[in-house]
């Protein structure tokens, strides 16, 4: 991102091919391998992936059945206007400036943000002995808590939350929070139930069929289908036919069932049987001034932006 802002490849510029910039921060800023910089800048692109994404992309990026991306020489970006949020006034001193792998170049040791992207986009990762699974969040929110925090100094978890509903992720589906997400919020660890979109809907020829419409975060719909016609296979679940009629963007798996069949019985059977329904298990690990790594609560994180 920081790269980018710099060759100015902002959202209001021209597109410019994703080879160009991955070079530029292989050359300046990560002397390692272009496959890893290019994965990283087209997850910052894809809207199932990112609830508010960093990056505009122009070409072949990837889709939520796990299909990967065209090659970077085929692909275009430029940055987005939340990315722009996140490096506004950086020239002017607001963070601190370290040396590159050679000395040749400075680069911030960390972004300025004034949005609070930990919590819009989340985090998910692995490093050595620890990881972190931080959920995406809605922005309105977040900035209503934020206000909520400086007009009241003595803002409960209780009253965050009545801004703070839970997770919003970018694929859409059921959050069901209650006790598990209120713990989550105050330690930092916990646990949230995920449950597809889906509705019964009969046809004209009187036969039903279950529609859905968001699946849970995460989740690969190719798999997930997949997975359903397994099932049917091995009669674990009776059905007539599953049918992908997603497009542009918007999730539509058809699953149509026989004469006789049950509707309610057979969805409550996806829903434990396949990826439909799902958990996420919060762990709000960062690292405190880029050294010292804590399990961090809702309170926690908003306080650095006050």
């Not at 000395?103 to 919590?119: C, D, I, W, Y």
């Not at 091995?234 to 026989?258: M, P, Q």
């Amino acid at each position: 991102l920081y790269s980018m802002n710099q060759n100015g490849n902002r959202s209001n510029a021209k597109f410019v091919k994703s080879a160009r910039i991955i070079g530029d921060v292989m050359g300046k800023y990560h002397p390692h391998g272009d496959s890893a910089i290019y994965d990283s800048m087209v997850r910052l692109a894809q809207n199932w992936s990112m609830r508010y994404m960093l990056v505009q992309g122009q070409g072949n990026f990837g889709s939520m059945d796990g299909d990967p991306p065209a090659a970077h020489r085929y692909t275009e970006a430029r940055l987005n206007k939340h990315a722009e949020e996140l490096l506004d006034d950086i020239e002017k001193d607001t963070v601190d400036f370290r040396d590159n792998f050679d000395g040749s170049e400075r680069e911030p040791s960390v972004l300025p943000a004034r949005l609070p992207n930990l919590l819009l986009n989340g985090q998910i990762g692995i490093a050595v002995g620890m990881a972190t699974n931080i959920p995406p969040h809605n922005l309105g929110e977040l900035v209503d808590a934020i206000i909520e925090m400086i007009d009241n100094e003595d803002a409960t978890l209780d009253d965050l939350l009545k801004h703070v509903k839970g997770p919003d992720f970018p694929t859409g589906a059921v959050v069901y929070g209650g006790a598990p997400m209120k713990q989550a919020y105050q330690t930092g660890r916990g646990s949230v139930t995920i449950r597809a979109v889906a509705e019964i809907e009969e046809t004209k020829k009187g036969r039903h069929q279950i529609i859905v419409s968001e699946i849970p975060y995460g989740v690969n719909k190719a798999t997930l289908i997949e997975k359903i016609a397994d099932l049917h296979k091995e009669k674990k679940i009776v059905i007539s036919d599953i049918r992908d009629e997603s497009s542009r963007g918007t999730v539509r798996i058809v699953i149509e069932l026989k004469k006789d069949a049950y509707p309610k019985k057979i969805l409550n059977q996806l829903y434990k049987l396949t990826a439909l329904q799902t958990s996420f298990h919060f762990n709000m690990l960062a690292l405190i001034d880029g050294v010292q790594p804590r399990i961090l609560g809702l309170q926690e994180i908003l306080s650095e932006f006050i």
